[in-house]
């Protein structure tokens, strides 16, 4: 069955820089759509950006990280990565990768889909 195992996660300082990592099984083939969520104490879990299937379009990102995250698979490696940089408080979370059938998406943006445990991002 599907498996997703994140690292990467840490604590770091305001304008600083971290790369988190996904590791998932080969039952994620290249169709599927990947993607991080994070989630604060408190808050709902947010989808940060999304790298579609072959083909499904340039990538998704939210409004809150556009130009300063960058996502990315590396399908023959069977991992994704999330670039973060200039980070900020706001983006203290519990960041979680999560894969889907969907070559957009839809499922886990629905809640549904596969998820790994995450790891944890802490800005000061």
């Known amino acids: 069955h599907v498996q997703l195992v994140e690292s990467g996660g840490a604590s770091v300082q305001s304008g600083g820089s971290l790369r988190l990592s996904c590791s998932y099984s080969?039952?994620?083939?290249?169709?599927?759509?990947l993607a991080w969520f994070r989630q604060a104490p408190g808050k709902q879990r947010e989808g940060v950006a999304a790298?579609?299937?072959?083909?499904?379009?340039?990538?998704f990102y939210h409004a809150s990280v556009k130009g300063r995250f960058a996502i990315s698979r590396d399908n023959a490696k069977n991992m994704l990565f999330l670039q973060m940089n200039n980070l900020k408080p706001e983006d203290t979370a519990m960041y979680y990768c999560a894969a889907d059938r969907d070559p957009i998406c839809f499922n886990v943006f629905k809640g549904s889909g596969h998820w790994g445990q995450g790891t944890q991002v802490t800005v000061s």
């Open positions: 080969k039952d994620v083939v290249s169709t599927y759509c």
């Open positions: 790298a579609y299937s072959v083909g499904g379009g340039d990538p």
